[in-house]
């Protein structure tokens, strides 16, 4: 086996808020093999996109350690951080805002190149061109700026900005939740699309389940800054363990005929609690209909379902952990 692309241990990040301090990242592992396209899901809230912005170091983390290619880049100064740049990038959910407005469309996509000194002016030129044919634009629109364009188009060229260098790893934050459901299906098929072509690989956040299902190979499920689950998407598609996970994929309308059983409804009791004062132990415990005593004194840790398959299927649940 090849060590991951990416590899996140024991990851926290704290937000100071004026309740208190949040914990919006609480000791997360994960991994992200070469080339292939994880799928991070979750109620709004749970930490996601502050996951996302933390691995590519938007922001700073508090704890734990980032290793991307080998290379532990948690504590990494920004000027040590610019190679690693162009190997990692993040398209954001609101197209509009991550673009200059103040720049046309080709200012935008030429400054990767001049940022990391990559061609001459001529061959940076060629490379826009190339950049917006790649991403399905017409040439006109690199003289024009974003506010010009649908939202569609703006994310389309976040896209581009994104894929210019190549990069080995690309975080996709809710990419296409701002978009009309039409254009939806365009994005993630372009994304999919240039991903074969490239060999990237995607750390893909969404709390649309039918998106993740679509482009994910393997899900892992956020709950409160925790991961509760992780496994390929096909067995946590067909076999979901912890009860969050449950109640979220049984929420999904499934379009099947009335000759197949249809998947057991999973509800969860009350809200959301406070991510600045969460539950003791399990956090799902205050909503979980398995909950037992165990469950409000400790924390279940993300372990391996069996040994045969502990780094395939893992859950953090005493329901699935021996005594």
Same mark, same amino acid.
């Given at each position: 086996m090849h060590p991951p692309l990416l590899d996140v241990k024991n990851l926290v990040k704290y937000h100071a808020t004026q309740g208190g301090m949040v914990r919006a990242v609480d000791g997360v592992d994960l991994q992200v093999r070469a080339g292939e396209t994880l799928g991070l899901v979750g109620e709004s809230g749970c930490g996601k996109s502050t996951l996302g912005r933390t691995i590519v170091r938007l922001h700073d983390p508090d704890e734990g350690s980032i290793t991307f290619k080998g290379e532990d880049i948690s504590q990494l100064s920004r000027r040590e951080l610019r190679p690693v740049r162009r190997q990692m990038q993040m398209v954001f959910q609101d197209p509009y805002a991550s673009l200059n407005p103040r720049r046309t469309i080709r200012q935008i996509l030429t400054e990767p190149f001049t940022v990391h000194d990559v061609g001459t002016r001529r061959e940076q030129a060629e490379r826009v061109e190339a950049l917006v044919a790649r991403v399905g634009l017409h040439p006109d629109h690199a003289d024009r700026h974003p506010h010009e364009l649908s939202g569609g188009q703006r994310q389309r060229?976040?896209?581009?900005?994104?894929?210019?260098?190549? !990069?080995?790893?690309v975080v996709c934050d809710e990419p296409v939740s701002a978009l009309d459901v039409s254009i939806q299906a365009q994005i993630i098929n372009l994304l999919r699309r240039l $991903?074969?072509?490239s060999g990237s690989a995607y750390l893909f956040i969404s709390h649309d389940l039918s998106v993740i299902g679509y482009l994910a190979d393997r899900i892992a499920v956020m709950y409160l800054g925790e991961i509760v689950e992780i496994a390929p998407k096909r067995l946590l598609w $067909? $076999? !979901?363990?912890h009860p969050y996970t449950q109640a979220l994929f049984s929420s999904i309308a499934e379009p099947l005929p009335p000759s197949v059983p249809r998947r057991a409804r999973v509800s969860m009791k009350g809200d959301l609690p406070s991510p600045l004062n969460p !539950?003791?132990?399990c956090r799902f415990h205050t909503r979980c209909p398995h909950v037992m005593p165990r469950c409000r004194d400790s924390a279940p840790p993300l372990l391996g379902v069996s040994q045969a398959d502990s780094d395939v299927h893992r859950v953090a649940c005493w329901l699935h952990q021996a005594a």
């Open positions: 060229i976040s896209i581009a900005r994104a894929i210019a260098l190549e !990069p080995s790893l $991903q074969s072509e $067909q $076999q !979901p363990l !539950p003791s132990g």
